[in-house]
């Protein structure tokens, strides 16, 4: 079946630009996670979406950073007036269900460049 | 808090050989934990977890993994590597975050495997 697709699978953008990153999550799942991978590092947590509503967001770095999901499936990331510290790759989680024995299944990742 | 500490950046293993990649843990309460595999240009794909249970966890492509709670550990084992195996293993636990559900994971930095022909 189907895995998390995100699109765009590359972005370059100039400091001071407006980015959005999609994320289509598996259908049916619950959960949808957003991570940011800097070079040499492991994912790290942004935030979690269960359903449509945005539960937790503490790993968002700066109030440049926004996410939502609106009807509950699709998922966007933004970031607005982009720095050249926000290059990375940002990885999108899905999970059935929001209990803890779910396993995340990830989406390719966008590699954000910023020039 | 939690932490997960892969010691280890770099594995390097003939194929053919059994294979091992370190993993320890540092949680309050239950540890759930996992292993992922990151291919060049891929998303993260999912090889085991351990929830509870048996401290040998089995997983995908061969791969198995030990649970030591004395030893607060959760080493990545296969019998037999092979080439195809090359990538970068990270380890991860759950973060409980009770007073948002978000249960998302913790990951280590990383350990790049290669299997030598």
């Known amino acids: 079946g189907a895995g998390v697709s995100q699109s765009p699978r590359y972005k370059v953008a100039k400091r001071g630009q407006d980015v959005a990153l999609r994320c289509d999550p598996i259908?049916?799942?619950?959960?949808l996670f957003w991570y940011q991978q800097a070079l040499g590092q492991g994912p790290e947590f942004l935030t979690y979406?269960?359903?449509?509503?945005?539960?937790?967001k503490s790993g968002l770095p700066s109030d440049r950073f926004f996410a939502e999901r609106p009807e509950g499936s699709v998922s966007t990331l933004k970031i607005q007036r982009t720095q050249q510290e926000d290059s990375a790759v940002y990885l999108c989680?899905?999970?059935?269900?929001?209990?803890?024995?779910?396993?995340?299944?990830f989406g390719p990742g966008t590699r954000l460049t910023v020039t | 808090a939690q932490s997960v500490a892969q010691p280890e950046d770099q594995v390097n293993v003939a194929e053919g050989n059994p294979l091992t990649v370190k993993c320890t843990y540092s949680?309050?309460?239950?540890?759930?934990l996992f292993w992922y595999v990151q291919y060049p240009n891929r998303g993260l794909q999912f090889l085991l977890k351990?929830?509870?249970?048996?401290?040998l966890v089995k997983g995908s492509y061969g791969f198995e993994a030990e649970f030591n709670k004395s030893q607060t550990s959760f080493h990545l084992k296969k019998p037999s590597a092979l080439v195809s195996d090359s990538a970068l293993y990270f380890c991860?636990?759950?973060?409980?975050?009770?007073?948002?559900?978000?249960?998302?994971?913790?990951f280590g930095t990383g350990t790049r495997l290669t299997v030598i022909p």
């Open positions: 989680a899905s999970s059935y269900r929001r209990d803890i024995s779910y396993e995340q299944y």
């Open positions: 259908s049916g799942h619950v959960s």
């Open positions: 979406f269960q359903n449509e509503a945005q539960l937790d």
């Open positions: 949680v309050s309460g239950n540890p759930y």
């Open positions: 351990y929830i509870t249970g048996d401290n």
């Open positions: 991860a636990v759950r973060a409980l975050r009770i007073k948002t559900g978000a249960n998302n994971l913790f």
